[in-house]
Each structure stands twice: as structure tokens, then as C-alpha cells.
Nanobody, 125 residues
Framework: QMRLVESGGGLVQAGGSLRLSCAAS????????MAWFRQAPGKEREFVAT????????DYTDSAKGRFIISRENAKNTVYLQMNSLKPEDTAVYYC??????????????????WGQGTQVTVSS
């Protein structure tokens, strides 16, 4: 169906920037809502950002607003998460996810049926 592969994670100092990429394989990329979630050790998975299939609608968790930007290039089957002004609290494994066909943006993880393997982001103080 659809396979998602994240990349771009790494170690960065507080205040720095990092851009995550999520490459999708499949034939339905242009029709799905995409999102980024993250999970820190010992904590539950949390929503970070989402973007509609057309790219016209975006939503962010409060802690990401003003610092993170989600975007997509449908021609490349790729979703991005630009992260600026990173904080140690942003340290987590970041996952990209895809919704079912035609679904609207959502912060609920149950709406996303395809998931990547995750990429580690570590922010040092």
C-alpha cells in the first residue's frame, strides 16, 4: 500500500534547526493527509503537525507553533518538517504518518493508518 521512510534526524544544539523528510512510496500520496508525531522515552506519543493533501490546511501542537513548519511536495512524494529554535524538550523519535484516502487533517493518531519507522532527534543544552 504505502511505505513511509523518515530521514534527517540527528544531534543539534539548543536553538539550532533541523529539517526532517518523509519519503512515501505508493500511488495514493496526493490524496492523503500527512502528519508528524513524536515520542520521547517513557512518554506517550504526541501529535506535532499535520497537513492536508493539497497543502492548504495545516495544524500544529501549541509547543510547535511559531517554530516548526510542515510542508509537502506531492510531485516528490515527500513531506517535510522544518524545526527551528529547537529545545531539549523536543528530543524524541519523530514519526511521519498518512491518513486514509480523503480524510481531513486531525490531531488524533487513530486517523493515521500508515507509519514510518521513525528518526531520532536529540537536542543538547
Amino acid at each position: 500500500q504505502m511505505r513511509l521512510v523518515e530521514s534527517g534526524g540527528g544531534l543539534v544544539q539548543a536553538g539550532g534547526s533541523l529539517r526532517l523528510s518523509c519519503a512515501a512510496s505508493g500511488r495514493t500520496f496526493e490524496s492523503v493527509t500527512m502528519a508528524w508525531f513524536r515520542q520521547a522515552p517513557g512518554k506517550e506519543r504526541e501529535f506535532v503537525a499535520t497537513i492536508s493533501w493539497s497543502g492548504t490546511i495545516t495544524d500544529y501542537t501549541d509547543s510547535a507553533k511559531g517554530r516548526f513548519i510542515i510542508s509537502r511536495e506531492n510531485a516528490k512524494n515527500t513531506v517535510y518538517l522544518q524545526m527551528n529554535s529547537l529545545k531539549p524538550e523536543d528530543t524524541a523519535v519523530y514519526y511521519c504518518a498518512a491518513s486514509g484516502l480523503g480524510w481531513s487533517t486531525s490531531q488524533e493518531d487513530v486517523k493515521y493508518v500508515y507509519w514510518g519507522q521513525g528518526t531520532q532527534v536529540t537536542v543538547s543544552s
